[in-house]
């Protein structure tokens, strides 16, 4: 048991949920929190920092840590490999820091299955049509790369049953409101608060006072 | 499921748990929420309404009850039987309403295992001087009664384990903010939002737009 918590956070693109994770380490006073650094076979694009944006690993290295059970979920998209280490994210949680993964529904469920402590956390546009809207302001799309994001949108929907919680992202404030809810709940859970207050607890059980 | 959370809150006396659970209520804009009302066969006391304070019944009737298993838990204290009626409870979470049980350990033992979703909380004191301090504050007992006092609070104090949620009663506006995200998080659990979405998430789910 680690007194910090792994928080699994997916969404469709367009949900809010980079800005959300962002919105939520800006505030005064959080918790200890940090994103998980993937470790990743692409090569860096402009401004790309080894160690802040990801650590950049070759195909050889990257397999080599597969082999070595090192990841808690990895995938390989167009022929790069990207992959989340687990002993970063164990080192975080020991120290009592959160550790936040933002990942799809198929890195989730590997997550799940080797760290079943994590706490997941869906996030769903208010509506398809707000969900079609934000995908249209990013950027150049054209209406086909356009319709081909929203059937991938919904299919990452699909999986919204698999999580824990739910939050809407309808009222930005709201959203933040419920993501530190949920972080805050996590750290009061009985095993972690057993640990974090251990001599308390102690003091409070001594019968012969 | 419902949509409403049964919140089981238990502490020693001097914790801190009635004004805890009365200053969340006091809040404006608090999700909508009761505290559950005891059937008891105790007489009223001065200014005690029936149906307010307690549903007052007698011996015969509780038994009656207890018979049809109308209790999610009850107890029989100095020749009083006191009881929480499940169809009550079950009404106001169906409606979406959460509810509190101001309960002790034991009573909280039999209703996890009659109503598993049911989330409990601990209030500990911040430490067991502060603990005396305040049950010496709150009147006119002697020195072995506060003894007795202290000794049942240690005992109480020692079911800390079995709950699913710790709050450490030292600074109150911190408890408060600890006792809203464990109830904010319980409404954002993805069965409850599938429940409260249905209409959004079917929306966002249809494939053809």
């Given at each position: 048991m680690y007194t910090g918590t792994l928080f699994i956070i997916s969404a469709p693109s367009g949900a809010g949920k980079s800005s959300l994770i962002r919105a939520y380490l800006q505030?005064?006073?959080?918790?200890p929190a940090k994103v998980s650094i993937s470790h990743t076979t692409r090569d860096p694009r402009p401004g790309e920092q080894q160690g802040e944006h990801y650590y950049f690993v070759d195909h050889q290295q990257f397999e080599s840590l597969i082999s070595k059970q090192a990841f808690v979920e990895y995938a390989n998209v167009f022929d790069h490999y990207y992959g989340t280490s687990k002993s970063e994210i164990e080192q975080s949680l020991a120290q009592g820091i959160n550790v936040f993964l933002d990942i799809d529904w198929q890195g989730a469920e590997q997550v799940r299955a080797k760290m079943p402590l994590a706490k997941s956390i869906f996030i769903l546009p208010p509506s398809l049509d707000e969900l079609e809207n934000r995908l249209i302001k990013?950027?150049?799309?054209?209406a086909d790369v356009i319709k081909k994001r929203m059937l991938k949108a919904q299919a990452e929907i699909?999986?919204?049953?698999?999580?824990?919680y739910v939050i809407i992202n309808d009222d930005f404030a709201s959203s933040i409101s419920a993501l530190n809810a949920i972080i805050a709940t996590a750290s009061l859970e009985q095993p972690k608060q057993a640990i974090i207050h251990k001599q308390l607890i102690n003091q409070l059980l001594q019968i012969n006072k």
């Open positions: 505030q005064k006073d959080h918790h990013r950027g150049q799309d054209n699909s999986h919204y049953n698999e999580y824990d």
